[in-house]
T-cell receptor, first 110, second 114 residues
């Protein structure tokens, strides 16, 4: 089945640093979503993007819908320990089905 | 609202056993779905439903059955469990069936098949 390529797979960062991750697809999407999953929990929606070029922020998080509609980016500024978790991108071309990325595991060193 | 609830939280089965994973939502959402999460694989869609009485297959449906007799409930059945079905299972729901509505996930069921 189709999967999104998400990178990096994991990263260690120092508290206070900025973080960037991205997701690419071979298909065009008309919606991109970014989720965070804490250990032992289900994913929680962080940001939703609905049109190419869109830049949306949620607190310290900023996400962009790529112009080609085949990629998306998530930035976290001034990371803190509670940012630890797995970040997933997901996309849909407007059908019922979301395609999920393989996740970026973020670990923050205090 | 409780949101999306799943039971059990943990389950261990022997190969060949059957069981049902329960999922319920109290948000009157039309769309419900089941995913499995395996290490390094992200979430993969097993089955989904766009309303009571309507179900369809996702990406990895083999070995699983679903039914949707009410808006609230969407159980996932394993008829004969196999070790390859060891995974974390998430149920999700959202209002409407377009991609523009937030999808809410349950806390997951961690299944081990021996």
């Amino acid at each position: 089945g189709q999967q999104l390529n998400q990178s990096p797979q994991s990263m260690f960062i120092q508290e206070g640093e900025d973080v960037s991750m991205n997701c690419t697809s071979s298909s065009i999407f008309n919606t991109w979503l970014w989720y965070k999953q804490d250990p032992g929990e289900g994913p929680v929606l962080l940001i939703a993007l609905y049109k190419a070029g869109e830049l949306t922020s949620n607190g310290r998080l900023t996400a962009q819908f790529g112009i080609t509609r085949k990629d998306s980016f998530l930035n976290i500024s001034a990371s803190i320990p509670s940012d630890v978790g797995i970040y997933f991108c997901a996309g849909t071309s407007g059908t019922y089905k979301y395609i999920f990325g393989t996740g970026t595991r973020l670990k923050v060193l205090a | 609202n409780a949101g999306v609830t799943q039971t059990p939280k943990f389950q261990v089965l022997k190969t060949g056993q059957s069981m049902t994973l329960q999922c319920a939502q109290d948000m009157n959402h039309e769309y419900m779905s089941w995913y499995r999460q395996d290490p390094g694989m992200g979430l993969r869609l097993i089955h989904y439903s766009v309303g009571a009485g309507i179900t369809d297959q996702g990406e990895v449906p083999n070995g699983y059955n679903v039914s949707r007799s009410t808006t609230e409930d969407f159980p996932l059945r394993l008829l004969s469990a196999a070790p390859s079905q060891t995974s974390v299972y998430f149920c999700a729901s959202r209002r409407g069936t377009s991609g523009y509505n937030e999808q809410f996930f349950g806390p997951g069921t961690r299944l081990t098949v021996l």
